[in-house]
């Protein structure tokens, strides 16, 4: 495997603070409440679902270094098996919630045997190849039940005080949805196992070296990220109520990898930022730019030779050389 | 029946033309290239453009058309490929990816999206005991099998060809005979894409042309490398004709079936190694058991 070009891991090993992570969440949170105040309610919905797929391709790609391009695939399962939940067995969001997320994880449970016994380029490829045949038996394949590309229309019930149809409401619980997932991932990432894969990313021979089983981390990462990448799939069938094929197109991954990439690999803000701004730019620059995909090229391209680090990798450094000066000063 | 497989030796042939480039860049530089899908399909829109100028001569608008791209390519490999040469895959997979999505847009600007039906040049159908088939499909079957050993001989017998076999082995020892060893895969990369082109062209009255028709023979493409073996020349050849009739085959019986199939056959390709391995143990606890 070849490494050197990969970037080096922005931020040390740090024990979990329970008052920096309030800090964390605080400041995630209030931006999000910032941005509703100045773009419509909609749109940071929509920004919301997608920062919590952000979240969980960063932990497979960011932490482990393992790029794949069917990420979407479980995003769309969710997506389906929610829907196809809500309009079959029951109304209740939640139990519609935990069967596609559910549904991910038994099919990110067996894939994973399946797809990480490649690595690298193949890895990204057979993710690819079942994406697309996921996306096949969502338009054409299991035609009955999807009702191909027409989709899926879904009745969603209300629980007590939570009305989907209440933008607020929607709002508050998807944000509450989202900080969940990034405490998740916080005190995920921080623990020894997300050193241990974070060294997978850098060295697996050597992880192997010291005796770990390198397959069971792999194919955990593999299994928890693509189960939350499930779960904003329930979440975007239960808001929009709407499911068609598109959701599970393979197109889908460059957005989430954009995403990712214009953040910094391999940090939870950057993961949030990313998706933020990558939605930013498409919601106004596609509404304003006819060439919207030649800029998206663009700018992809100026990122890969020009700007690697992405928005936090920038940021961390810019504190670093402040922080220094200061201390010249002193 | 052999209606099927005069179609899927056809589709053989075009997915060999276009996924001999793939094949060595991924063999020589370890990279990923979509962009190849982008040359492929800015060869046959200008294709397109230059049939009715030169007077409907198929032969010379493809010519016209494989020159055009030439220069592409080599700005291309120049300025994108060979900068990802040594990175880790995922940049040259993003970058080449970005320059995919850019031919794509240009297409749409200057061509418009519509797709645009091609005519088959030769209009003769070929009569074989009670079914009949174009003449054309034959053609670039045979073609591609002229191409393949063309290909042979040039990797065999001339000293281009010589060099990038002995670098798809061992790049640093070529480069420690003084040889320039991009200089030669940058040549290899031009004819690659010249390639691709030909076989675009030559797929074009089967298909029609639109401007994502380079995304959707990636993923075939890809495959057809995967299960051929990566910088397997040989290997890429056979693996182009079994994927070509295996989405014949589907095809005839469930259309929409075809292209997920080739990724089912892929799939097991990958895994030949750990269901071997699984074959094994589970026999192995028969025997033990029987024992």
Partial sequence: MEKEGQTPATFPVAPLRKKVLARDIGVIAASFVLMALFIPLHWVIDFTIFCILVLSFDLLYGFMGRLSFGHVLYYGTGAYVASLMLLHVSRNPFLAIAAGVGAGAILAIVLGFIVLQTDGAPFALINLAFNQIGFWLAASGLQQYTKGEDGLNTPVGKMGFLDFANQPIAFGFLLICLLLVFLLLRVFTLSPYGVTIRSIKENDDRVKFLGYNIFTYKWLTFVLSSTLAAFPGTLFAIFYGFVAPTIISPFGNVEVIFAVLIGGAGNLYGAIAGGVVYKLMSNYLATNITRWEMVLGILLLIWVFKFRRGLTGYASELILRVKRKQAAEV | ?291
């Fill in chain 2, 1 to 291: 029946m052999s209606e099927t497989l005069i179609y899927g030796l056809t589709i053989g042939a075009i997915l060999y033309f276009f996924s001999i480039g793939l094949s060595i860049t991924f063999g020589t530089m370890q990279i990923v290239n979509f962009a190849h899908g982008m040359v492929y399909t800015v060869g046959v829109y200008f294709f397109i453009t230059f049939l009715p100028v030169f007077g409907k001569i198929f032969p010379l608008a493809m010519a016209l058309a494989i020159a055009a791209v030439l220069p592409i390519a080599f700005l291309v490999e120049r300025f994108i490929i060979r900068r990802l040469y040594g990175e880790s895959l995922d940049y040259a997979i993003i970058a080449t990816y970005a320059v995919l999505l850019i031919g794509a847009d240009l297409i749409k600007w200057v061509w418009g999206a519509m797709p645009q039906p091609v005519s088959d040049p030769l209009r003769i159908s070929l009569r074989l005991g009670d079914f009949s088939f174009p003449l054309y499909r034959l053609v670039v079957f045979l073609s591609a099998v002229a191409l393949f050993l063309g290909l042979r001989a040039f990797f065999n017998r001339s000293i281009i060809g010589r060099i990038v076999v002995a670098a798809l082995e061992d790049r640093a020892g070529v480069r420690c005979l003084g040889l320039d060893v991009n200089r030669y895969f940058s040549i290899v990369f031009v004819i690659g894409s010249g390639l691709a082109v030909l076989g675009g062209v030559l797929y074009a009255p089967i298909a029609t042309a639109e401007p994502y028709m380079g995304f959707h023979i990636l993923l075939v493409a890809f495959a057809v490398v995967i299960v051929g073996g990566m910088g397997n020349l040989t290997g890429t050849f056979i693996s182009a004709f079994v994927l070509g009739l295996v989405i014949a085959i589907t095809a005839r019986f469930w259309s929409q079936a075809a292209d997920t199939m080739v990724f089912a056959v892929m799939a097991l390709v990958l895994l030949k190694n750990s269901l071997l391995a699984l074959w094994r143990r589970l026999v192995g606890a028969v025997v033990a058991r029987a024992d």
